[in-house]
C-alpha cells in the first residue's frame, strides 16, 4: 500500500491542491489523524484537507462533493493517493448512504468546511459574487432552482423572509419589496442588477460591507438548502463516527456557528443541570460526544493577513463515545428553515 509519503506531501504543501484550506493546521490536529485510519472529507473542495489526512501513512479517504466541478478536479488527487481516495459526487447529509455503498462501516473521523468555496466565489459563471458579473445562478450543484428563480417567483414576505432570517438583513423588507417592484418590469438575472437594486434600496456606509452582501448569502443558503444539510450531515455523522472518532467542523458566518455550537452542547450534556430527572421525566441519554479544550478555534493573525476570508472562520470538534446516537432535536432543525408564517410588519 501507498505509504502516503512522496507526492501526497507535495499536494498537502499546495501542490497539486489549488489551495490551502482555511485553519488546516488546527483541523488536523482537531482530527489527530492516524495511520491506518478512515476518514471522511465531507467537503472536498479543492481537496486541501484530503491531501493532508492522505500525508499521514496508510490512512483511506472516502470524500464527497455536491459540485461537479470540485470532483472532475480532485482526479489529479486521487491518482496521487494511489487506491487511498474515493472522490464521490454527492451532499454530505447522504454520507451515511454513500459510506454504506462503500463498505464503510465506521470512520475515525470527519471533517466539514461549511459553506460557498473560493473557487466558487471567483468563477463569475456561478453567480456566487456581485465582484464580477454573472448570472444569478449560486446553485453548487448545478440542478434545481436558481437564485434567479427565487427572486423572480418567491412572495414578498417569503423573500423578506430568506433576508432576514438567512442573512441576517435588518433591511430584509426594504429590499424584498424593491424587488418585487423591479421585476415587474424586468426579470432580474444577473448579479450586477440584483446587486445594484439593493445598493440603491440600502446605500453603503463608510468602511462597512458593500450592501447586498448579506442578501447573497442569504440566498445561497436558501437555493442550497444549506443550514438544512448542515443539520442532517451532523446526525449522519453521529451514527457513522467509531468510539473515540472526532468529528471536526468549520463554519464561516454566525447562522452555522450556532447549530453546531448547538448541536455539540446537546450531545455532550454541556450547560445542562446535573439534577436527577423528576419522576416520569424520561431519561436524558448518555452524552455521544465529549467536547475537547477550549472552543471555538479561530485562525491566527497571519492567517487572517495571508486569506481574509479566514477572518470569520470558527472551527468546533469533539470526540464520539460510545453511546447511543441520540434523536434529532427540533430545536436544531428549527434553527436551518425559515418559520412557518412570515413576520409581522414591524
Given at each position: 500500500?501507498?505509504?502516503g509519503r512522496g507526492?501526497?506531501?507535495?499536494?498537502a504543501?499546495g501542490g497539486?491542491?489549488r489551495h490551502?484550506?482555511?485553519?488546516?493546521?488546527?483541523?488536523?490536529?482537531a482530527?489527530?489523524?492516524?495511520?491506518g485510519?478512515?476518514?471522511?472529507d465531507?467537503t472536498f473542495?479543492?481537496?486541501?484537507?484530503?491531501?493532508?489526512?492522505?500525508?499521514?501513512?496508510?490512512?483511506t479517504?472516502?470524500?464527497?462533493?455536491?459540485?461537479?466541478?470540485a470532483?472532475a478536479?480532485?482526479?489529479?488527487?486521487?491518482e496521487?493517493?494511489g487506491?487511498r481516495?474515493?472522490?464521490?459526487e454527492?451532499?454530505?447529509?447522504?454520507?451515511?448512504?454513500?459510506?454504506?455503498?462503500?463498505?464503510?462501516?465506521?470512520?475515525?473521523?470527519?471533517v466539514?468546511?461549511?459553506?460557498?468555496s473560493s473557487?466558487?466565489?471567483?468563477?463569475a459563471?456561478?453567480g456566487?459574487s456581485f465582484?464580477?458579473d454573472?448570472?444569478?445562478?449560486?446553485?453548487?450543484?448545478?440542478?434545481?432552482?436558481?437564485?434567479?428563480?427565487?427572486?423572480?417567483?418567491?412572495?414578498?414576505?417569503?423573500l423578506?423572509?430568506i433576508?432576514?432570517?438567512?442573512?441576517?438583513e435588518?433591511?430584509?423588507?426594504?429590499?424584498?419589496?424593491?424587488?418585487?417592484?423591479?421585476r415587474t418590469?424586468?426579470?432580474?438575472?444577473t448579479?450586477?442588477?440584483?446587486?445594484?437594486?439593493i445598493?440603491?434600496v440600502?446605500?453603503?456606509r463608510?468602511?462597512?460591507?458593500?450592501?447586498?452582501t448579506r442578501?447573497?448569502?442569504?440566498l445561497?443558503?436558501a437555493?442550497n438548502?444549506?443550514?438544512?444539510e448542515?443539520?442532517?450531515?451532523l446526525s449522519?455523522a453521529?451514527?457513522?463516527?467509531k468510539?473515540g472518532?472526532?468529528l471536526?467542523v468549520v463554519?464561516f458566518?454566525?447562522?452555522?456557528d450556532r447549530?453546531v455550537?448547538q448541536f455539540f452542547?446537546?450531545?455532550?450534556g454541556?450547560?445542562?443541570?446535573?439534577?436527577?430527572?423528576?419522576?416520569?421525566?424520561?431519561?436524558?441519554p448518555?452524552?455521544?460526544?465529549t467536547l475537547i479544550g477550549k472552543?471555538?478555534?479561530?485562525?491566527?493573525?497571519?492567517?487572517t493577513?495571508?486569506?481574509?476570508?479566514?477572518r470569520?472562520?470558527?472551527?468546533?470538534?469533539?470526540?464520539?463515545t460510545?453511546?447511543?446516537?441520540?434523536?434529532l432535536?427540533?430545536a436544531l432543525?428549527?434553527?436551518?428553515?425559515?418559520?412557518?408564517?412570515?413576520?409581522?410588519?414591524?
Amino acid at each position: 500500500m501507498n505509504s502516503g509519503r512522496g507526492d501526497l506531501q507535495h499536494v498537502a504543501a499546495g501542490g497539486l491542491a489549488r489551495h490551502i484550506p482555511v485553519l488546516r493546521a488546527e483541523v488536523l490536529e482537531a482530527l489527530a489523524p492516524h495511520p491506518g485510519g478512515v476518514y471522511l472529507d465531507a467537503t472536498f473542495g479543492a481537496g486541501g484537507y484530503s491531501a493532508a489526512i492522505l500525508a499521514i501513512p496508510d490512512t483511506t479517504v472516502l470524500a464527497l462533493d455536491r459540485d461537479p466541478r470540485a470532483i472532475a478536479g480532485g482526479f489529479d488527487l486521487v491518482e496521487a493517493a494511489g487506491g487511498r481516495l474515493t472522490l464521490v459526487e454527492a451532499r454530505f447529509s447522504e454520507l451515511d448512504v454513500v459510506a454504506e455503498a462503500q463498505g464503510i462501516g465506521a470512520f475515525d473521523g470527519i471533517v466539514f468546511d461549511i459553506g460557498v468555496s473560493s473557487m466558487q466565489l471567483d468563477e463569475a459563471g456561478r453567480g456566487f459574487s456581485f465582484r464580477n458579473d454573472g448570472p444569478l445562478d449560486m446553485r453548487m450543484s448545478g440542478r434545481g432552482e436558481s437564485a434567479a428563480d427565487l427572486v423572480n417567483k418567491a412572495d414578498e414576505a417569503v423573500l423578506a423572509d430568506i433576508f432576514y432570517h438567512f442573512g441576517e438583513e435588518r433591511a430584509a423588507r426594504r429590499i424584498a419589496k424593491a424587488i418585487v417592484a423591479a421585476r415587474t418590469e424586468a426579470p432580474i438575472t444577473t448579479t450586477a442588477q440584483l446587486a445594484s437594486l439593493i445598493a440603491r434600496v440600502v446605500p453603503a456606509r463608510p468602511g462597512a460591507i458593500h450592501p447586498a452582501t448579506r442578501s447573497f448569502q442569504a440566498l445561497r443558503i436558501a437555493v442550497n438548502d444549506e443550514l438544512g444539510e448542515l443539520v442532517a450531515a451532523l446526525s449522519a455523522a453521529e451514527h457513522q463516527l467509531k468510539p473515540g472518532g472526532r468529528l471536526a467542523v468549520v463554519t464561516f458566518h454566525s447562522l452555522e456557528d450556532r447549530i453546531v455550537k448547538q448541536f455539540f452542547a446537546a450531545r455532550s450534556g454541556r450547560g445542562e443541570a446535573k439534577s436527577r430527572p423528576l419522576p416520569g421525566e424520561p431519561k436524558k441519554p448518555a452524552p455521544s460526544f465529549t467536547l475537547i479544550g477550549k472552543q471555538p478555534v479561530e485562525a491566527c493573525a497571519a492567517e487572517t493577513s495571508e486569506n481574509p476570508r479566514a477572518r470569520s472562520a470558527k472551527l468546533r470538534f469533539a470526540a464520539r463515545t460510545d453511546a447511543p446516537p441520540h434523536s434529532l432535536d427540533a430545536a436544531l432543525v428549527a434553527l436551518a428553515h425559515l418559520p412557518q408564517q412570515s413576520r409581522r410588519k414591524g
